[in-house]
C-alpha cells in the first residue's frame, strides 16, 4: 500500500520559469477527479483511501490542500495562494488521481531485453534474469505488482501504484543497463540508446 506522507518541497528563488510552471501545476489542481464506477474514494482528514477492481491504495494529502467529495467527483483546493500551496496544488491532485486510475485501469510499462542468450522467467513471485553474468539474477516481484514475460525477452510490468511500477521496472535495468557501443542490455520498450563509436572507428590517431 502507498502510505507516503506528502512534504511541502522548498521554494525556490522566484524567477519566470517557476511562476510559469506553479500556475500550470494550480490548473492542474484545480481539475476535479471523476471517481469510475466501481471505485470508492474515502476521506479521512488528510488521508485517502482508494479501492477498486486493481486493490487499493492510501496517501497523505499535504495539509495545505483541503480535498471533498460530492457528485461522483473528488475535488482539490489549495488553503492559501503562496507559491508553495499552488505547486502542491497540482502534485497532490495528480497523486490522487493516479490512484483513482490505478486501482480501475491499473498502469503497466513494457521492457526489453537486447543480447545473444538473454531471457527472462517468471516463477511464483520471483523474476530470474540471464543478461550475460556467469550467474542469473534474481529478483523478489514487489507485493501489488505482476511481472509476464513474452517471447522470453520482453517484460511486461503492471500494478496499481505508479510509482512502485516505475521503481521495479528501474530497479530490473539496473541488473543490466544498456552498454554504450552495441546497446546490449535491459531498456525500456521504445528507448533510444545513443551509441558511442568503436575505439578503432575513426581510425588511428596520427
Request: charged share 25%.
Amino acid at each position: 500500500m502507498l502510505a507516503n506522507r506528502v512534504q511541502p518541497f522548498r521554494a525556490a528563488p522566484a524567477s519566470r520559469r517557476a511562476l510559469t510552471i506553479v500556475c500550470k501545476d494550480s490548473r492542474i489542481g484545480r481539475a476535479p477527479i471523476v471517481v469510475p464506477k466501481g471505485v470508492t474514494v474515502t476521506l479521512e482528514g488528510s488521508l485517502v483511501r482508494v479501492k477498486g477492481p486493481n486493490g487499493s491504495l492510501e496517501q497523505a494529502i499535504s495539509p495545505l490542500i483541503k480535498i471533498e467529495q460530492a457528485d461522483g467527483k473528488v475535488k482539490l483546493s489549495k488553503l492559501a495562494e503562496d507559491r508553495v500551496s499552488m505547486s502542491q496544488h497540482g502534485l497532490n491532485r495528480t497523486l490522487v488521481n493516479n490512484m483513482v486510475v490505478g486501482v480501475s485501469t491499473g498502469f503497466e510499462k513494457r521492457m526489453e531485453m537486447v543480447g545473444t542468450g538473454y531471457r527472462a522467467a517468471v516463477a511464483g513471485k520471483e523474476l530470474t534474469l540471464n543478461v550475460g553474468y556467469s550467474n542469473p539474477r534474481k529478483l523478489v516481484i514487489p507485493e501489488g505488482l505482476k511481472v509476464t514475460v513474452e517471447k522470453n525477452t520482453t517484460l511486461v510490468i503492471s500494478g496499481a501504484n505508479k510509482v512502485a511500477v516505475g521503481d521495479f521496472c528501474a530497479t530490473i535495468r539496473r541488473q543490466r543497463a544498456p552498454e554504450p557501443y552495441k546497446g546490449k542490455g535491459i531498456r525500456y520498450a521504445g528507448e533510444v540508446i545513443k551509441l558511442k563509436e568503436g575505439k578503432g572507428a575513426g581510425g588511428k590517431k596520427k
